[in-house]
């Protein structure tokens, strides 16, 4: 069965860190375009970051410098470094993948960053 999961959110004090992970069954993840994003309480979903079926990153202008996107293709699974949280960056964090014919998401990960 092809899944996706979220996992690595929680509860975190501003200026704190976090690493989401995003894992895919078997070799999802191969040669396709991974995308993360998020979605806060009363706004549209933002993009954050991405790799390219070729391999490279793009990030979204609002995180560049806070936030890394990482792979490891043995444990099939997509990160992302989240650095100097801040309470704007509370919100519900998705990865989704992009397969041939759609669009497959994860059901999410609670992120929140209050002191």
């Known amino acids: 069965q092809v899944r996706l999961v979220e996992s690595g959110g929680g509860l975190v004090q501003p200026g704190g860190s976090l690493r989401l992970s995003c894992e895919g069954s078997g070799s999802l993840f191969n040669d396709k375009g991974v995308v993360w994003s998020r979605q806060a309480p009363g706004k549209q979903r933002e993009f954050l970051a991405s790799f390219t079926p070729w391999g490279s990153t793009h990030y979204g202008d609002s995180v560049k410098g806070r936030f890394t996107i990482s792979r490891d293709n043995a444990k099939n699974t997509i990160f992302l470094q989240i650095d100097n949280l801040k309470p704007e960056d509370t919100a519900v964090y998705y990865c989704?993948?992009?397969?041939?014919?759609?669009?497959?998401w994860g059901p999410g990960t609670q992120v929140t960053v209050s002191s």
């Open positions: 989704y993948v992009v397969l041939d014919d759609h669009v497959l």
